[in-house]
């Protein structure tokens, strides 16, 4: 160990024969504030803090301002004079032989670069890729960067990139010089247009800068129109925007649902908006339609299903035209199947959940609910109208089927009424669940203090309408009805 003053006079303390930690603080000596834990050379820092085994251990004499925090973090700098670098994580930096003014914080980031300047880069394994980083932005795990030398470069968790010097982003693009275009839409005299990236909105054609990515208002052609590799070109016409992506694939807003008019007509209700399933056409539907199972092909029954069989569910059918000539519709197709389309539309969406036909008619207690996302058919309780088990009592795995109220395909929470009688109610209980392995440790029915009880259980299914239930006892009398069904109205 070696001391000097304190005051004004260079105080330094050593321990350990590689200079494991090393303090050094001088308001008038030659090498400024330096703070070491870790094998190195005190005597090449000025105004600098090293922590951490082999961090910074290269550095040449006159290396300042630098923080290393980390095992091996920036253990291969070179370093000489050096303008505020900052590096806190293991191996933070490591393979970086010179550069300044950049800050770099998680593991194992910058794992690659040998030149690092006005950068920041944060996150575990951040910034891998480049061999040189200069005046780039990166942040999150795994956010690396184009190979090579790279300038100007943006990115945020390899989802916003960009370019810092042009002043651009691109969502989802790699190109660290010039984005990527990337389509985004908006809403203009009520037709959605997709454009591109340095969108520049004009109202009349002549004068128009060919500039790629602009795009303008034709009102003489009533088209939209861009440019495109220096060349203008009709961009989207009235007839042709519907099939521009306005909605993610997936995509339904529907927020008044459909309605029982009469015996007969369902209503869908609008607004209804939504992309197919093909992801290449859009569904917007502004006014209120109807389907009925009076009436033979569109806004009835498809025509090769009609007439309306009884005890069959159906499922409400949105058509489509992409030419844009005919305007979007609905029918009736019974579950499970894929009737052909009726003449003059290619597009189609199926909803959930389906309604059920009781002798010819719509079940006169299906009501419909919007519930946030999900659409919840409401069957009501009377066991006559939608049971589904009459008193059960087997004490072993047993099969219930759904499947004349619940049409599969797309994952739903079925509810079910149940009225349970139990001989005693000392330790008896009902199960229902979709897996059978599960059926003694969930969706347990217990007759609490009376030996009857009645309720509403739910059970999820998805690719079939059928569950396992059990009873504790053979003198037990379960009962079962559908209650309501409720689907996501995305699919």
Known sequence: MRMGLINGVLVKVILGTQNNLVIQDTDMGTNGSVLMVGAGNYNNFTSSVILGARSAFVAAAGTSNLVAIGRQNYENFVGGVSAGNVGIGTSAARFVLMGNNSVVIGSSAVNSAT??????????????????????????????????????????????????????????????????????????????????????????????????????????????????????????????????????????????????????????????????????????????????????????????????????????????????????????????????????????????????VDNGTILSTSTFTVVGNSIRMYLGLDQTDSQILPAGNDIVATLVDASEFVAVGQKQIVSLFYNYTTASNANEFAAISINQTLLNRTNRIKPGVATQTRGLIDVAVSDVATFNYLTTSASDILDLSVNYVTSSMRF
């Open 115 to 356: 030149i690092l300047s006005t950068s920041v880069v944060i996150g575990q394994l951040a910034g891998s890729g480049p061999d040189e980083l200069t005046n780039c932005i990166i942040l999150g795990r795994n956010a690396v960067g184009p190979s090579g030398a790279v300038l100007n470069y943006l990115n945020i968790g390899n989802v916003i990139q960009g370019d810092l010097n042009a002043n651009t982003i691109n969502i989802g693009g790699a190109d660290n010089t010039k984005p990527t275009n990337t389509e985004l839409s908006l809403s203009l005299d009520s037709i959605t247009q997709v454009f591109k990236t340095n969108v520049i909105l004009t109202a009349v054609e002549s004068g128009l800068t060919p500039v790629d990515g602009t795009i303008h208002y034709n009102s003489d052609l009533e088209v939209y129109r861009g440019v495109e590799d220096g060349v203008v070109k009709t961009f989207v016409t009235t007839a042709a925007a519907s099939s521009v992506e306005a909605y993610p694939s997936g995509y339904i807003s529907w927020p008044n649902g459909p309605v029982r008019t009469n015996d007969n007509v369902i209503t869908l209700q609008a607004p209804f908006d939504a992309r197919d399933p093909t992801n290449t056409f859009n569904f917007e539907i502004t006014s209120n339609i109807t389907a009925s199972l009076i009436v033979d092909g569109v806004g009835g029954i498809a025509t090769a299903q009609f007439p309306a069989t009884a005890n069959t569910l159906y499922h409400l059918r949105v058509v489509g035209d992409s030419t844009g000539v005919n305007a979007d519709n609905v029918d009736f197709i019974e579950a499970g199947t894929s009737p052909v389309l009726p003449a003059g539309f290619d597009r189609s969406l199926i909803l959930y959940p389906a309604v059920y």
